[in-house]
């Protein structure tokens, strides 16, 4: 029901923009390759195990400028000055400077592809051909041969149709979210559709802010309803479907950030009401399923996910964001979805190194048995019930969550403190990520730091009453 009734909806709104002359079309430019006495092989390199060029991703360095003021909390614009890179052996720059090493475990880099040499070869061979590429929006002049093989290639991972890239996951979200709005607009009969004309949105009170400002915008514009319901609550998102009047449902929710989306029983709901199931897998993709298609390829229902949105500044080591949903549906997005059409591209030699780490991630499937057993490992060692690679200490108070955050500084680790507005002023946390490129000996250091800051039987008990979400 879900599928055939948004199917129809989307034709008709697409036959109101071709009546109006204002469908956009994407033309790909085919890029052409300067004249060269070199035989360069196209062919990618993969690996079956853990590099020393994968510790990259996770192994940096901060100034002693930098580390002072972090320790003190000291308000910083990044302006520190850091004279040379910080190579030297020693710990001191070319020039002197000192630099801390750290170990990384903020960031999103999952499975440690953003030093991956395929991938840096992919950028680079494709920046000596093309430099940036053709600088404008995807609408005009931006959209490449690059950018359709990136596509083409997402669009197979989530076993969708087709696939709309984006320059960000922030935008894919605002994009998706403005164009469902559109269709309330479009098919409304007097112009300025009637509250049961519009689309009713019901989206998890702890979604990503993306997704939030793009309802904020949708409901300015009179095209939809935003119905919050509470987090993987899904007896309450049933009562409020049960309840609601409005044909045009969507549900919208992120599948997984520190806990999983309870997405089996969505699809049963969808089932039940006829609604749009849209997810944002930004975190999923390509960590979670036996070939990386993320949550719903984890729990066997991607046929009954509708529109699943993706980033490719995490588990791929990259930048940009993109939609995979059908031809119809990308159509009216790329038509009607504002971040999208008014944003540049996204440059030719981060679309090559993104293909790149897809087919990396998708053929090395060591990385994702490495970072979920680290997630084990993380377990076994602490105790607490994690379930997910994204972990959420919450340690109580803004002073409690700094101090923490210090002392793991001084034992070596990048950790930051999530604290207001971020989230309440009762619930500040460490926000932990693991990477596929951490070992084992990594995390007992790090559990050993941890141990030192808070209590995990605490951390424990506050997992189950809080949600991890930022």
Same mark, same amino acid.
């Given at each position: 029901m879900a599928a055939w009734c948004w199917d129809y909806w989307v034709a008709e709104a697409l036959l109101k923009l071709e009546s109006l002359k204002v469908m956009r079309s994407l033309r790909p430019i085919?890029? =052409?390759?300067?004249? !060269?006495?070199?035989?360069e092989s196209d062919e990618l390199e993969?690996?079956?195990?853990?590099?020393?060029?994968?510790?990259?991703?996770?192994? %940096?360095?901060i100034s002693e400028t930098t580390f002072q003021k972090w320790l003190q909390d000291i308000p910083s614009s990044g302006?520190?000055?850091? =004279?040379?890179?910080? +190579?030297?052996?020693?710990? /001191?720059?070319?020039?002197?400077?000192?630099?801390?090493? &750290? @170990? #990384?475990? !903020?960031?999103?880099?999952?499975?440690? &592809?953003s030093s991956h040499p395929t991938v840096i070869k992919a950028a680079v061979k494709a920046a000596q051909l093309h430099g940036m590429g053709p600088r404008g929006s995807a609408l005009i002049c931006g959209y490449t041969n690059y950018h359709r093989l990136l596509e083409s290639a997402l669009a197979d991972l989530k076993k969708k149709e087709d696939c709309l890239l984006c320059p960000t996951g922030f935008a894919a979200n605002m994009a998706l979210i403005t164009a469902v709005?559109? %269709? *309330?607009? @479009?098919?409304? +009969? *007097?112009?300025?559709?009637?509250?049961? +004309?519009? %689309? /009713? #949105?019901? !989206?998890?009170?702890?979604?990503h802010a993306s997704i939030i400002d793009g309802i904020r915008l949708a409901e300015k514009q009179g095209s939809l309803v935003n119905i919050v319901y509470r987090h993987c609550d899904m007896v309450h998102l049933n009562s409020l479907l049960s309840s609601c009047t409005m044909k045009k449902k969507v549900v919208v929710t992120d599948s997984m950030d520190g806990d999983f989306a309870p997405i089996v029983e969505l699809v049963k709901l969808r089932r039940k009401h006829g609604f749009l199931l849209a997810i944002d897998d930004a975190h999923a993709t390509l960590v979670c399923g036996k070939t990386g298609g993320g949550a719903a390829e984890k729990f066997k229902c991607e046929n009954d996910v509708d529109i699943c949105i993706g980033t490719l500044s995490k588990a791929s080591g990259c930048h940009g964001g993109f939609i995979a949903c059908s031809k119809k549906w990308k159509q009216l997005i790329q038509s009607r979805g504002r971040s999208f059409i008014f944003s540049t591209?996204?440059?030719?030699?981060?679309a090559a190194a993104a293909h790149a780490a897809v087919n990396v991630a998708k053929q090395e499937t060591w990385r994702r048995k490495a970072i979920w057993n680290r997630v084990l490992e993380f377990r076994a060692m602490t105790r607490i019930p994690i379930t997910s690679p994204i972990i959420s200490l919450i340690v109580g108070s803004e002073v409690k969550a700094l101090e923490a955050s210090r002392h793991l500084l001084k034992s070596g680790f990048h950790v930051t403190a999530i604290r207001p507005p971020t989230v309440p002023s009762n619930s500040c946390r460490l926000r932990i990520a693991l990477s596929a490129v951490h070992t084992r000996d990594d995390l007992r250091k790090l559990v050993t730091a941890l141990s030192e800051c808070i209590n995990f039987e605490e951390i424990g008990f506050n997992c189950k009453n809080y949600s991890s979400k930022l």
């Open positions: 085919h890029l =052409i390759r300067p004249e !060269s006495n070199q035989t993969f690996y079956d195990g853990l590099r020393q060029w994968d510790r990259a991703s996770v192994e %940096v360095q302006d520190d000055t850091v =004279i040379g890179n910080g +190579e030297d052996d020693d710990g /001191a720059g070319p020039c002197g400077g000192k630099f801390k090493k &750290l @170990l #990384i475990f !903020s960031g999103n880099d999952y499975l440690g &592809l709005g559109s %269709v *309330g607009l @479009l098919l409304a +009969e *007097g112009g300025k559709p009637k509250r049961d +004309e519009r %689309v /009713a #949105i019901f !989206s998890d009170a702890l979604n591209s996204t440059p030719v030699p981060i």
